[in-house]
């Protein structure tokens, strides 16, 4: 059936009629086997609009990379109330994070699974992505450390690896909950917060785990 003539609009909304269409096709089956002629037919336009919007199916992908990992950041920014505790503003940056991927799961999946398999320059959207995100949770732990030690506190290199670790959990947790009918978006942050917060919490304290005695050469914790 051939795309429906739709009545005039501004080209913003036109546009994002276009992205929310293709997030859709492209979460389902990936750049290589989605086609610029999906898109037009569920917006219910002619193809060559969407040619003249967007260019090219990989200009049109890229778009959709870029806007949904900028919705993921900005709605982990906004969950997180400064001030707070550092165990609850973590909390809050998870539960905002798996709120997110719950509700936008075509939009995770482009982001999770589609991009970062489709080669460059696609990869390197989500890289900058993960950046970000993996440096807000470095600040947040550090904060929080400096806090509770009230000295310099942990190094930022190992913290920055403790976040990327977080970040790579909260993926993996984030395609399960989607994935598993009746995990919530407040169990799968709970999950993590469960997972995660007893080893920060004592990072927080000054307990690290160390490696055993008969091992000399193997470095501290957040060394």
């Not at 003249?52 to 900028?70: G, H, M």
């Amino acid at each position: 059936m051939g795309a429906v003539r739709t009545r005039r609009m501004p080209r913003a909304v036109r546009e994002r009629q276009m992205l929310d269409a293709a997030v859709q096709i492209f979460g389902w089956r990936g750049c290589t086997a989605a086609s610029m002629d999906e898109t037009a037919e569920l917006v219910g336009v002619f193809k060559p609009l969407v040619h003249l919007y967007l260019n090219s199916k990989e200009a049109l992908f890229t778009a959709c990379i870029r806007r949904e990992a900028a919705a993921l950041t900005e709605a982990v920014r906004a969950g997180v109330h400064p001030g707070v505790p550092a165990d609850r503003q973590l909390w809050e940056a998870l539960r905002a994070f798996f709120r997110h991927t719950a509700r936008h799961p075509e939009g995770w999946a482009v982001l999770h699974l589609q991009a970062r398999t489709h080669g460059e320059p696609f990869a390197a959207e989500i890289v900058a992505m993960r950046a970000e995100i993996v440096e807000f949770v470095t600040r947040l732990i550090l904060v929080a450390a400096r806090e509770a030690h009230h000295d310099p506190g942990p190094p930022e290199r190992a913290v920055a690896g403790l976040a990327e670790a977080l970040a790579g959990a909260a993926g993996s947790l984030a395609d399960w909950a989607n994935a598993t009918p009746g995990v919530s978006a407040r169990q799968a942050a709970a999950t993590l917060m469960n997972f995660a917060w007893a080893g920060l919490g004592d990072l927080m304290e000054d307990r690290p785990w160390t490696p055993p005695a008969d091992d000399p050469t193997a470095p501290t914790a957040l060394t």
